[in-house]
């Protein structure tokens, strides 16, 4: 069963801010949501994480809504180097899902 | 911080060949998780440790599969025999489970080919 919910594949202008959405319907309530990438199949590099409320680090902030369906990972300076597949994932004991993701091209 | 730490980085075999591959997590950190990514199937996870002990390895494809972790420091992902279809980026990752949170880091991967 999918955990989580992402488009397939996004575009963003460099220099602007990159919005991906993630739809979790399912989340149980001390379940975690958390954002990897991966460029050209590295290894996944840790984005940030979250329960309930915002996060903001060096990289990313994270939104999650109120009834902590969804979320949005917002990149705000989107550089050509973020270009990447974004995954979003719930955390259920160790057990990450990492899904398809999201394939965003950032633009010159 | 080296990270987590993977060899080979690459490997070209034969079918029915045996294949070791290798871990070394970040220091401190109390669990290790195998990964392995293809086209097909996206990046599933095989098996994962908790203080070197292993929790679940359901997601190990068939008894060709073993992992091992006989310390804190190393652990090992063996094929026997290996076979085409094995063929795909096998990733290793460690965390510090503190609480209900953790997070996971992975190393650069082991991209296998079985000919």
């Known amino acids: 069963d999918a955990k989580t919910t992402q488009p397939t594949s996004m575009d963003c202008a460099e220099g602007r801010a990159a919005n991906l959405p993630c739809n979790h319907s399912?989340?149980?309530?001390?379940?975690?949501v958390y954002w990897y990438r991966q460029i050209h199949s590295q290894g996944p590099q840790y984005i940030i994480h979250?329960?309930?409320n915002n996060e903001t680090n060096e990289m990313a902030s994270l939104i999650i809504t109120e009834d902590r369906k969804s979320s949005t990972l917002i990149l705000p300076h989107a550089t050509l180097r973020d270009t990447a597949v974004y995954y979003c994932i719930v955390r259920v004991v160790s057990q990450f899902y990492f899904g398809t993701g999201t394939s965003l091209t950032v633009i010159p | 911080d080296a990270g987590v730490i993977q060899s080979p980085r690459h490997e070209v075999t034969e079918m029915g060949q045996e294949v070791t591959l290798r871990c070394k997590p970040i220091s401190g950190h109390n669990s290790l998780f195998w990964y392995r990514q293809t086209m097909m199937r996206g990046l599933e996870l095989l098996i994962y440790f908790n203080n070197n002990v292993p929790i679940d390895d359901s997601g190990m494809p068939e008894d060709r599969f073993s992992a091992k972790m006989p310390n804190a420091s190393f652990s090992t992902l063996k094929i026997q025999p290996s076979e085409p279809r094995d063929s795909a980026v096998y990733f290793c990752a460690s965390s510090f489970l503190s609480g209900s949170q953790e997070t996971q880091y992975f190393g650069p991967g082991t991209r296998l080919l079985v000919l």
């Open positions: 979250g329960l309930k």
């Open positions: 399912t989340i149980s309530g001390n379940e975690y």
